[in-house]
């Protein structure tokens, strides 16, 4: 496994993370009356600087999502903490926009009135949260869309309403759980690009998880690899030495490719040991 493991982070310790996970456990009560509990994730620890783009890679079902829904708030650590900027998370995470894989627009509403929902909500003046909209709808090259239903747009479109939908209300934290995983991929790649410049301009601390390397090690600047589950944990992490700005055609370059070979070396392990596990539990389904 690669030193950078084990490497001193570059963070300032004076400043408080963004994301603080400390010893986290998940667990799911059991579907059978008295059994044991389903532990999903186990003792994961994960700091996230302020500004610092952190992809999370593993095992289909190893609980990359699971950790990313307590760091929203959305589940509650069965043991350990999480501390969003230094204080204990209770409840929702307001400091956090979560895009999902899945689509959250409202099919009967335009793409403008979609992205100004986050304003709506919070009481912004009707004609405010439109004008905002629109300026943001501008930023994900979406302008001559503005008055388009979903239906009347592509599937790379209405990503890129999502994101404007999630970044309107300018979020501290930007959590993404395989927010393009859908898509073809070319349509990947410029969503890819478009997000790293929004994230350049802008630069916020983002948890993203998604089942492809190539797209970790393109976007992130540091690639976090979680164990099979159950009680999956966090196995390794790498920093991603390539400098920025950076685009996705930073593929092409060999440094990323020995990167690549390095990481897949331990997480194709876990990949196999998942799909064996699978396969049993399919068996004795």
């Known amino acids: 496994m690669s030193p950078v493991v084990n490497a001193i982070r570059t963070q300032a310790d004076a400043a408080p993370c963004a994301v603080s996970l400390e010893g986290v456990r998940i667990a799911f009560p059991n579907a059978k009356p008295g059994g044991a509990p389903f532990i999903a994730v186990d003792q994961a620890s994960l700091d996230i600087a302020d500004g610092e783009f952190v992809a999370i890679v593993g095992p289909t079902g190893c609980g990359k999502s699971t950790l990313l829904n307590a760091t929203a708030g959305l589940l509650t650590p069965a043991f350990g903490r999480v501390s969003i900027f230094g204080e204990p998370l209770s409840g929702l ?48 090259g979406l302008s001559a869309f503005a008055d388009r239903y979903p239906h009347m747009l592509s599937g790379g479109q209405r990503k890129r309403v999502g994101l404007a939908q999630v970044l309107i209300r300018h979020p501290k934290i930007l959590l993404m759980d395989e927010p393009f995983g859908p898509l073809d991929a070319q349509t990947r790649q410029i969503m890819g690009n478009l997000l790293l410049d929004l994230w350049s301009a802008d630069r916020k601390a983002v948890l993203f998880v ?27 992490e790498w920093r991603v030495p390539i400098p920025r700005p950076r685009d996705i055609d930073v593929r092409l370059d060999p440094v990323f490719h020995q990167l690549h070979r390095e990481i897949w070396a331990a997480l194709k392990e876990e990949v196999v040991k998942g799909y064996k596990q699978s396969e049993s539990a399919e068996q004795g389904a």
């Open 93 to 140: 995470n307001r400091k956090a926009g979560y895009l999902f894989q899945a689509e959250a627009l409202f099919p009967w509403k335009t793409a403008v009135e979609n992205v100004a929902i986050g304003l709506d909500i919070v009481g912004t003046p009707k004609d405010e949260a439109r004008a905002e909209a629109r300026k943001w709808l501008a930023r994900v």
């Open 210 to 236: 998604t089942h492809d390397l190539e797209e970790a090690i393109a976007l992130a600047d540091r690639v976090v690899i979680m164990g099979a589950g159950p009680a999956a944990r966090i196995i390794g």
